[in-house]
């Protein structure tokens, strides 16, 4: 187990089609706001909008970032998707688990500091 206490977050995006996710997922990676991102495909979103229930079909993004870089990475999406109300929900990492060895984590924290700074 590695211990971050909040130094990286995972940030979630749901979005209509696959080519808008793969367009919105490689700015933020040209723009460093994001180190790695899994588009999720064959999400079901149920909500409420003008009083109707609504259920879309959507992908999801689940993105791996910097804590510090999510307030960059919120005013890009908001800017960028074609959602005229977007959701973007993000989580600080405490601990997570990798079989690899440590080098090839210190190899790909550094990496990612690089990319998201």
Request: proline share 3%.
């Amino acid at each position: 187990m590695s211990n971050f206490a909040g130094i990286f977050s995972i940030v979630y995006v749901t979005i209509k089609t696959g080519e808008y996710a793969s367009t919105l997922s490689r700015g933020l990676i040209e723009h460093k706001l994001a180190a790695c991102i899994n588009i999720i495909k064959n999400v079901k979103s149920i909500y409420k909008w003008d009083n109707s229930i609504v259920e879309d079909d959507e992908h999801l993004l689940m993105i791996k970032t910097r804590t510090d870089t999510v307030p960059a990475l919120t005013q890009y999406v908001k800017e960028h998707h074609p959602y005229k109300v977007c959701e973007v929900i993000s989580v600080p990492i405490r601990k997570y688990h990798r079989s690899i060895k440590e080098k090839q984590i210190n190899l790909k924290l550094k990496i990612f500091f690089f990319f998201t700074k």
